[in-house]
């Protein structure tokens, strides 16, 4: 492989490594403003995208994980609940909830390996909301990576 091709499948790759941490931003962005109740996700969503004409993988993961995060809400609340039973869904502040919601939905609803999404919404975590919840995302989306791997009997994710 030449050193040009190289050089151009890494740039494809940072191109897709920002794209997709985009996807996540925009998504969480989205299902935050939701919980203030003017308006859906999806609604939202569309707006930001929108108003930024961007990268379209990111797009598509952004409106992959508002999909997620919306229609499955109800157990995405309940395995938090389970896993963090001191953190009760509803008393944790908008952003550390949408964080969750946003991190264990694609976790569980979606093809991204396992370790990838834990390791982007951890910094997610760290960056918009602090320490304590980087600590409490790492803890509840490594318990439900690891029982999914018991459950599936896998050891790649």
Excluded at 78 to 95: D, K
Aim: with cysteine; charged share 25%.
């Amino acid at each position: 492989m030449s050193e040009a091709s190289r050089r151009s499948s890494g740039e494809r790759g940072a191109d897709k490594i920002r794209a997709y941490r985009t996807g996540r931003r925009l998504a969480l962005a989205s299902v935050f403003e939701a919980e203030f109740g003017q308006r859906t996700a999806d609604a939202i969503l569309e707006r930001h995208l929108a108003e930024h004409e961007g990268n379209e993988m990111a797009a598509a993961l952004a409106r992959q994980l508002v999909a997620g995060v919306v229609s499955h809400r109800d157990t995405i609340d309940a395995t938090i609940e389970r896993i963090a039973p001191q953190y009760p869904v509803m008393t944790l502040a908008r952003m550390d909830r949408a964080l969750l919601r946003c991190g264990v939905g694609e976790v569980l609803h979606s093809p991204t390996p396992a370790r990838v999404a834990i390791a982007e919404w951890v910094e997610l975590a760290r960056s918009y909301s602090g320490d304590p919840m980087r600590r409490l995302m790492n803890g509840v989306l490594g318990r439900i990576s690891a029982e999914a791997t018991e459950a599936t009997g896998s050891h790649g994710t």
